[in-house]
């Protein structure tokens, strides 16, 4: 199978689940400010939606949304326990945590990447963000990942986005429980593979 992704996009965040995983694949490169792939090929031609992660089977079926990617991966491979058994109360608390991170984080940052966003526009949203971020350390608190002692694809989740704060100005030192959990997910041999891998790591 191929993962589509842009350098420190979301895209990573399925990157680190298929290094985690041990499932083969092929990373293709596909930036997203020229929807270009390296051999040339147009990515709309690919995904009519042009953004990623994209995730194309070899049998020509296809996945494009993260949270949906990481749990089909995860469920490849159950003996990694990188998602709880379909069914069991833990898995709903998983899909609870991947939407969370989706609709409160992933898209709270948005405003403070789109160009031309008005100053006080960006204000608002950082504020917010700040605030979603402050209960998500409370959350962690006495854990060392969103379920419990276990990684799963929400850590990936929540790595990836919250490593976006560094480029607009979130400061997450006065949050020890997430910048606990940010050190230990950062640690992980996957992880540092996905981002050296993605030229975010240098080796």
């Known amino acids: 199978m191929k993962l589509y992704y842009s350098p420190g996009a979301c895209s990573l965040s399925p990157h680190i689940v298929l290094k985690e ?23 709309y031609t690919i995904n009519p939606l042009g953004y990623v992660p ?7 079926r296809t996945l ?18 990188l998602a709880p058994p379909n069914g069991s109360w833990e898995r709903y608390k998983l899909q609870e ?9 992933h898209k709270g940052f948005s405003p403070l990447f ?26 962690l608190a006495g854990k060392n990942y969103l379920l419990g002692d276990t990684f799963t694809v929400a850590d990936a ?22 910048g606990a959990f940010m ?8 992880v540092q593979d996905a981002l050296r891998a993605e030229g975010l790591l240098k080796s």
């Not at 995983?21 to 990515?43: I, M, N, Q, W």
């Not at 494009?64 to 990694?80: C, N, R, T």
């Not at 989740?157 to 997430?178: E, M, R, S, T």
């Open 114 to 139: 789109t160009p031309g966003m008005p100053d006080e526009a960006k204000a608002l949203a950082k504020t917010r963000l700040e605030g979603r971020l402050k209960w998500v350390d409370g959350e």
């Open 64 to 81: 494009h949304e993260g949270p949906a990617i990481v749990q089909y991966l995860a469920d490849l491979v159950p003996e990694k326990k």
């Open 183 to 190: 050190a230990r997910v950062a640690a992980r041999p996957a």
């Open 97 to 105: 945590w991947l939407n969370t991170i989706g609709t409160e984080l």
């Open 21 to 43: 995983s041990g499932l083969a694949f092929e990373a293709v490169a596909a930036p997203t400010k020229t929807h270009k792939l390296a051999d040339g090929t147009d990515y």
């Open 157 to 178: 989740y929540l790595f990836v986005v919250v490593g976006w704060g560094k480029y607009v100005g979130i400061d997450i030192a006065n949050l020890p429980h997430l």
């Open 54 to 60: 994209f995730l194309a089977l070899d049998d020509g």
